[in-house]
């Protein structure tokens, strides 16, 4: 780190202990690109996931369960009514906003959620229509079965691909072995039509006993998932326990192991698994140990950034920085960590306007990167 970058890198360091606010302007030099940060709004409380509306309102989940708006450069003090009751558990409560690709033409915008039921509750999804301050038109389309009490991995994010289906994943609820069974949701990304109608063409539609929605399994925890900007696959990475997060590109059918394969260990120390590969597994793309705990990814797109074009932007939560990660011919050749130290980062997204937009959580920020 050099002088300089240390330098601006301590205030932000002050602005995670609550000592002082982002530094609004200062450049920031990274190996290939200078920035700053555009602070828009401070108070967020888990500010979990983002979207943005055409009108150039942009709505923010807050995960005890609030959908709040951003709306001429002032977040909105009152949540908009209607959303879904959400089960603002451990990990668990609102947790993504997304907007249907044809959004335009019929207003639907999807959440996920932690949802109650009978013996607990799990990760679910639902799509309305917001009309003011108010949505409307609720339609629950997904709930993840079984049940559990436990406060652990709900997952989530949603994409949705060029043809329209929707993605969106579970953890394994803090019971690791569910993740190596069909049987159950938990540790799976999953695929529904926009409507919540399950694809004839899903990999285990026809295997005894499978729940047909899954797509693939073998995961532990998938905070953030995206396309590639250029080849349209679906990327995730995943949290692993104690060293083991990962980066994965997703495929339809395939088991990415856990808790079989692992480059963790259990938070006590013991062992998971002797295996960091095997047969019929497939291995991450990117592994890191110790954990930096990822959560929220976006590829760059865009001319703001031709230094960062189609490059991996992930958060870090233990790990407090931006990792930014350089793909080629689908394997990562070079990797820096942006903003280290700053806060826990939530989530990332691409805007409509070509910026990086960023939540974070102690403090809850939201903000856009700026190049300079």
């Given amino acids: 780190m050099n002088k300089l970058f240390a330098l601006l890198i301590l205030p932000l360091m002050m602005a995670c202990n609550g000592k002082s606010e982002p530094p609004a302007g200062e450049q920031i030099e990274s190996e290939s690109l200078a920035f700053s940060i555009d602070t828009l709004a401070t108070g967020l409380e888990n500010p979990w996931g983002m979207a943005f509306l055409p009108d150039g309102r942009i709505l923010i989940a807050e995960r005890p369960g609030r959908l709040r708006v951003f709306e001429n450069g002032t977040l909105l003090p009152e949540p908009i009514n209607g959303i879904p009751d959400i089960w603002a558990h451990g990990q668990g409560g609102l947790l993504d906003v997304v907007l249907h690709p044809g959004h335009e033409e019929n207003g639907w915008i999807y959440l996920a959620y932690a949802a109650r039921s009978n013996g607990g ?7 309305g229509r917001l009309d003011g301050m108010q949505f409307t038109d609720v339609e629950v389309l997904f709930h993840g079965q079984p049940h559990t009490s436990r406060p652990h991995h709900f997952g989530t994010r949603i994409v949705f691909d060029d043809e329209g289906y929707l993605f969106f994943t579970i953890g394994d609820r803090g019971e690791q072995d569910n ?20 694809p004839a063409d899903n990999p285990f539609v026809d295997t005894p006993g499978a729940m047909p929605e899954i797509w693939s399994y073998g995961h532990r925890n998938i905070q953030g998932m995206a396309l590639h900007p250029v080849t349209r696959e679906l ?15 997703i495929m339809p059918g395939k088991n990415y192991g856990w808790p079989r394969v692992t480059h963790g260990i259990n938070y006590d120390g013991t062992m998971i698994s002797p295996d960091t590969t095997l047969a019929g597994m497939e291995d991450p793309v990117l592994h890191w140990t110790p954990s930096i705990a990822p959560c929220g990814l976006a590829f760059v797109e865009g001319d703001r950034y031709p230094e960062w074009q189609h490059n991996m932007l992930v958060g870090a939560l233990a790990g407090q920085h931006i990792q930014r990660v350089v793909i080629e011919n689908q394997q990562v050749t070079h990797t820096e960590r942006l903003l280290e130290g700053f806060a826990r980062f939530r989530d990332i997204r691409m805007g409509p306007d070509g910026h990086i937009y960023v939540l974070t959580e102690v403090p809850g920020l939201f903000f856009r990167i700026i190049p300079h």
């Fill in 121 to 127: 509750g799990n990760t679910a999804i639902a799509r």
């Fill in 179 to 198: 993740a190596q069974r069909l049987s159950n949701h938990n540790g799976t990304v999953m695929r529904l039509h926009e409507d919540g109608r399950i």
């Fill in 235 to 249: 990327w995730a990475h995943e949290h692993g326990a104690q060293g083991g997060d990962e980066i994965n590109r």
